[in-house]
């Protein structure tokens, strides 16, 4: 899931780095494999630990037809970000899974700076349909909203 080395990454100020490396790794792809590599991202979404996060810290994502949830916990000033998706919803899982990645280790500060059109730079328009790339955009909307105050760890 990261770039092996074909592409340089073109990190821009304001996408943190991880975020920018999948980023890449989608725009270094046709239609069809990018929406193999979000379906790999699907695969990949970490299951959260019992007892990580108190039943009042679940936010759901209002903006998904699928039932996500999104929770933010932060150990000083590094956030972790932790979501869950049903399997059968698997684009939607997909984007969830490359917020977590991708945000993994990231500051506040980055993820605050992080562009709210950053579902639009993987190209991924003509593969799935905007109400779904909608839904990304209310994940990292609320993941932001969670930054300013998250639960502590």
């Known amino acids: 899931m990261t770039n092996p080395g074909k592409f340089p990454s073109t990190v821009s ?7 920018a490396s999948i980023r890449d790794d989608f725009l270094a792809l046709d239609i069809p494999e990018r929406l193999q590599l979000l379906l790999e991202y699907s695969d990949n979404l970490p299951e959260v630990p019992e007892g990580t ?12 037809q699928s039932p996500v949830f999104i929770s933010v916990l932060a150990t000083g000033d590094e956030v972790t970000v932790l979501a869950t998706a ?18 993994k280790g990231m500051t506040r500060q980055q993820i605050l700076d992080t562009p709210p059109d950053f579902p639009l730079q993987l190209g991924l328009q003509n593969a ?5 790339l909608r839904g990304m955009s ?3 909307w609320r993941i932001k909203r969670q930054v300013e105050s998250p639960p502590s760890l």
Not at 53 to 64: A, I, L, M, Y
Not at 86 to 103: D, K
Not at 128 to 132: A, C, D, I, Q, T
């Open 128 to 132: 799935v349909s905007m109400l779904r």
């Open 53 to 64: 996060v108190e039943e009042g810290h679940w936010e759901k994502v209002e903006e998904c």
């Open 138 to 140: 209310g994940m990292l």
């Open 13 to 19: 100020p304001s996408l943190p780095e991880g975020l």
């Open 86 to 103: 049903p399997p059968e919803a698997p684009t939607t899982r997909g984007f969830a899974s490359i917020l977590v990645h991708g945000l």
